[in-house]
């Protein structure tokens, strides 16, 4: 019979104990790591003072408008702006792309240059901003919230709604992610809160995830009461229970203002969308993913979505978008929707929504702009 070297058995044992070395820092890495996310876990409290003052710019370059009363109308503009990574020239490789964050900090400052461009452009009297990064690597640790402010000369304030000191999927990984919600406007008003939503997933994936909210700045009215306005950016990646959850909590909250006497008006990304709208011009594409259909019967009676679809509000990122800028039957055939929105309280009349249609250059959702009256008590 024929025998194994001796030279071979020791390297056989060699490479054995080399692997089982591997596999237990693998291991030992890996319980550091969720022990680590553990310990740091952004864990907000129900209700918390969101951030204030976000604005370097001179006050005396800042408009001034008149006190909010009843019988004003406000425009109001609600945009996710991806974080200034998902303009036309990235994907995302959630939605089946390939990339994980920009290819540069340069690519990140265009598309933040396209999005005060239209905020000078716009005049409204607020901005609901969303997917907005204020020390993220993925965004290369541009602070978006002020660059925004400053361009805009707009005060605001900011809350987040993802804040993880390091995301370790997908490879490379996403890394440390601080992002949130801003509200952007020189109207005066009396407190900014954050409030939070049902979390919609468990431990471990719950703590490198997002914790979804509620930004809510009350406006004093002149004649009494507040206008509530509530920047929102519900679930996009659960099985759809999440979503389901935040919604009944959102609605919940915007009904107990409203019967408080007060004005609402809730804009934002919904990840859902709104019921009576003609998406005849938007196709569902098999495999792709679809927005459920929020139901009219959900909101309290007299309460009103507000959506436009004359053009879509969000597209798919599993692709890069600017090559169908030049490519017509590329760009009928993409997989777009239209979740972006708001919801108004009986006491508000919806003069016109729109969706700004900015072929999705600087971001992967169009800006949504609503213009409201406030009635008067009679």
Sequence with gaps: MKKTPLFRIAGFKRLAIVLALLAGAAVFLFAVLLLTLSITEYRPAQIEAAHTALSNSCPDTQKTLPALDAGQTLRIVSWNIGYGGLGAKQDFFMDGGT???PQNKAAVEENLHGAAALMKRID?????IQEIDLKS??????DEAHVLSD???LNGTYTYNFKCLFVPFPFPPIGPVASGLATFTNLDFTESVRYALPVSFKWPVRMANLKRCLLVNRFPL?????LVAVNLHLEAYDEGEGKIAQTKALIDFLKAEYDKGNYVVAGGDFNQTFPGLDLSAYPAHEGLWQ???MEQEALPPNWQFAADDKAPSCRL??????EAL???NLRKNWQYYVIDGFIVSPNVEIKSVHTLNENFICADHNPVEIEVHLKKSI
Aim: proline content about 0%; aromatic content about 14%; hydrophobic content about 45%.
């Design 151 to 153: 361009a805009s000369a």
């Design 222 to 226: 002149t004649s009494g009461g507040e």
């Design 317 to 322: 990122n599993n692709g890069i978008y600017a």
């Design 124 to 128: 409204a009297d607020m901005w609901f």
């Design 291 to 293: 927005a459920a259909v």
């Design 99 to 101: 990339m994980v964050r």
């Design 137 to 142: 690597m993925r965004s290369f640790y541009v």
């Design 326 to 328: 030049n490519d017509e």
